[in-house]
C-alpha cells in the first residue's frame, strides 16, 4: 500500500462528492449572480443523519440530512455547496478531527 494511502479508510470512501462555494460575482448590469467555485472534487462516506427534533423531523417541509466523512480538508466551511448524486446540499457544519484518524466530518442539508 502507498505511503500516502491510510488504511484506516479502505473501501469507505466510495461517493464522489464536488464542493463548490458561492461568489459574489457581478454581471454586465452591476446585479449579483448565482455562481459558484469549485473547491474540489473529494470520496467520502455518505450516511442518512438525524439530528432534528422529532416534531420537525416528521413535518412534510424536512429536508434530508446527510452526514459524509472525508480525508482531512481544512478547506471546506459551512455554507459551502456538495453537489452528489444529482443533488444539491448546504454544508450546516464542518468538523476537522486530527486523532486517532485525522479526517473531516461535513453535515448537510439537501436543498430543494
Do not use: C
Not at 469507505?12 to 457581478?26: G, S, Y
Not at 455562481?35 to 429536508?63: L, V
Amino acid at each position: 500500500m502507498p505511503k500516502n494511502i491510510r488504511p484506516e479508510f479502505a473501501g469507505k470512501l466510495h461517493e464522489r462528492i464536488l464542493i463548490e462555494r458561492p461568489t459574489a460575482v457581478r454581471d454586465g448590469a452591476g446585479s449579483a449572480s448565482g455562481e459558484f467555485e469549485s473547491i474540489g472534487d473529494f470520496w467520502a462516506g455518505a450516511e442518512a443523519h438525524s439530528s432534528m427534533p422529532d416534531e420537525r423531523a416528521e413535518s412534510r417541509a424536512a429536508m434530508p440530512v446527510w452526514q459524509f466523512v472525508l480525508r482531512l480538508a481544512e478547506e471546506i466551511l459551512p455554507g459551502d455547496h456538495i453537489v452528489w448524486n444529482a443533488r444539491r446540499l448546504i454544508v450546516r457544519t464542518a468538523t476537522a478531527e486530527f486523532r486517532p484518524v485525522p479526517k473531516t466530518t461535513l453535515i448537510a442539508e439537501e436543498t430543494r
